[in-house]
């Protein structure tokens, strides 16, 4: 019974997470122009839900599935938006990022599906470990910004809230699971 009101509540704070900056998206269509929000929150987002899809489709774990299509949706609206309405430097800059993401994680793939003889967890394990270390992070590299403009407004308080949540209810679903990554 605790297992399934947790599997909720992770699934349920994951979307949470993935979710909160749809506002904050919304008002980058509606001015036109990204501001001073950086997109490194996103990308790491888009290549952690991807990572970890496959993470869940190799254990055949259908709360871990289901949360990241949302989150890789989530994450590719995010990835869309910012193209359209930054600036071309920058724009050109992301092409290649995202691009970099999706050949990393193709290769992942075809490796732990086609390749590798043994291992296949942990390596994925490893990779989707690392990838939530950055992404949960990632709000980090906007501090100089912050400092510089003596405002916090490059920061999503909503988005490192939700990761604080987010990362702990997973963290004590797979300590109870007995799945160490």
């Known amino acids: 019974m605790w297992m399934s009101v947790l599997n909720v509540v992770a ?84 092409k290649q990022r995202i691009a970099l993401v999706l050949g990393g994680d193709g290769l992942l793939f075809f490796y732990v599906f086609f390749v590798a003889a043994s291992g296949q967890e942990d390596i994925l394990g490893v990779v989707c470990n690392g990838l939530s270390i950055f992404m949960f992070g990632s709000q980090l590299s906007q501090l100089n910004r912050v400092r510089e403009l003596r405002n916090t407004s490059p920061l999503s308080l909503p988005l490192s809230v939700m990761a604080l949540l987010t990362s702990s209810a997973w963290v004590i679903y797979g300590s109870i699971e007995g799945d160490v990554w």
């Open 11 to 94: 699934v349920g704070l994951t979307v949470g997470m993935f979710g909160s900056d749809v506002k904050l998206f919304q008002e980058i269509r509606y001015r036109g122009n990204t501001g001073e929000t950086s997109y490194v929150p996103y990308i790491l987002m888009l290549g952690n839900c991807m990572t970890w899809l496959m993470y869940g489709a190799f254990k055949g774990d259908m709360a871990v599935i289901v949360t990241n299509v949302l989150g890789v949706s989530l994450a590719s609206f995010y990835m869309v938006t910012y193209l359209s309405n930054c600036p071309f430097p920058i724009r050109d800059e992301l």
